[in-house]
Antibody, heavy 122, light 107 residues
């Protein structure tokens, strides 16, 4: 059974940092693109970042470029999101999601974690 | 970035009704379109990919269609467990983008 379990969320002050983790199991983690998708309270879904199977390619939504860093450790079946210079508008539930598809960079999200809440507030 | 627009924003319907949700892309996305269902305080769940392919385990009353810039999600006969919010997502180009969601409520 595919499982994605996020951790690391919490309350942080504006300008602070937080590192999210996603533990994957039930599939060959190193074979899939992985993404972070967020959802602000009461709002819709926003893709944040993704990373290629071997970590050689990473992409970010414009609003987090230069502040967030996605990474992965295939030996530990884990995905990470380092979030620096956090802003109030980064407040959201952050989901880890697995990408599937048959064309590079064209994939849908077939499995999602339960999410971890990040609150940026003083 | 490709903009995705869903209609309607919300919809009230009854058990047994046939319901259609529409999603428009600001440019052609060649059927690289997915639909997700989300229930309150839960993660989204993939229902349809490549515009019309049903994800394993999703009931056959759900179907998707469309091409180019226009896509639809149809539920042929609403069941109580179908009341939720539905999102479309294009994965034709990066950044992938989602529609604003359609909230399906019980009439």
């Amino acid at each position: 059974e595919v499982q994605l379990v996020e951790s690391g969320g919490g309350l942080v002050q504006p300008g602070g940092s937080l590192r999210l983790s996603c533990a994957a199991s039930g599939f060959t983690f190193s074979s899939y693109w992985m993404s972070w998708v967020r959802q602000a309270p009461g709002k819709g879904l926003e893709w944040v970042a993704n990373i290629k199977q071997d970590g050689s390619e990473k992409y970010y939504v414009d609003s987090v470029k230069g502040r967030f860093t996605i990474s992965r450790d295939n030996a530990k079946n884990s995905l990470y999101l380092q979030m620096n210079s956090l802003r109030a508008e980064d407040t959201a539930v952050y989901y880890c999601a697995r990408g599937s598809g048959d064309y590079p960079l064209r994939y849908y999200f077939d499995y999602w974690g339960q999410g971890t809440l990040v609150t940026v507030s003083s | 970035a490709i903009r995705m627009t869903q209609s309607p924003f919300s919809l009230s319907a009854s058990v047994g009704d046939r319901v259609t949700i529409t999603c428009w892309a600001s440019q052609g996305i060649s059927s690289y379109l997915a639909w997700y269902q989300q229930k309150p305080a839960k993660a989204p769940k993939l229902f349809i990919y490549y515009a019309s392919s049903l994800q394993s385990g999703v009931p056959s009353r759900f179907s998707g269609s469309g091409s180019g810039t226009d896509y639809t999600l149809t539920i042929s006969s609403l069941q109580p467990e179908d009341f939720a919010t539905y999102y479309c997502q294009q994965y034709y180009s990066t950044p992938v983008t989602f529609g604003q969601g359609t909230r399906l409520e019980i009439k």
